[in-house]
């Protein structure tokens, strides 16, 4: 079993920034695809990064050039830098580690950001 642990949200003002971490507590962090999800207050989970086991990273189209997702093996963390913050990214932020069959979920940090 692996445990997920966000940190990071706060309450930011439009054109901010913050970095929400996640941390996982495995040894083997390197092997797993982590990807982070928000979800706002009335809308389903939607996925905005990911990064897998060789650093490649992809997208949402609604983050492209403002969030940075990044990965730090040796620290088993990954990272998700969210410059130039809009309203609409008020959401819970979650993290999830995957490799094959296996997936868990981290129990989520909130970010506001007041217009």
């Known amino acids: 079993q692996v445990q997920l642990v966000e940190s990071g949200g706060g309450l930011v003002q439009a054109g901010g920034s913050l970095t929400l971490s996640c941390a996982a507590s495995?040894?083997?962090?390197?092997?797993?695809?982590i990807a982070w999800y928000r979800q706002a207050p009335g809308k389903q989970r939607e996925l905005v990064a990911t990064?897998?086991?060789?650093?490649?990273?992809n997208y949402a189209d609604f983050v492209k050039g403002r969030f940075t997702i990044s990965r730090d093996n040796a620290k088993n963390t990954a990272y998700l830098q969210m410059n130039s913050l809009k309203p609409e990214d008020t959401a819970v932020y979650y993290c999830?580690?995957?490799?094959?069959?296996?997936?868990?979920w981290g129990q989520g940090t909130q970010v506001t950001v007041s217009s």
């Open positions: 999830r580690a995957n490799y094959y069959l296996n997936t868990y």
């Open positions: 495995t040894s083997t962090f390197r092997i797993f695809t």
């Open positions: 990064i897998n086991s060789a650093s490649s990273t």
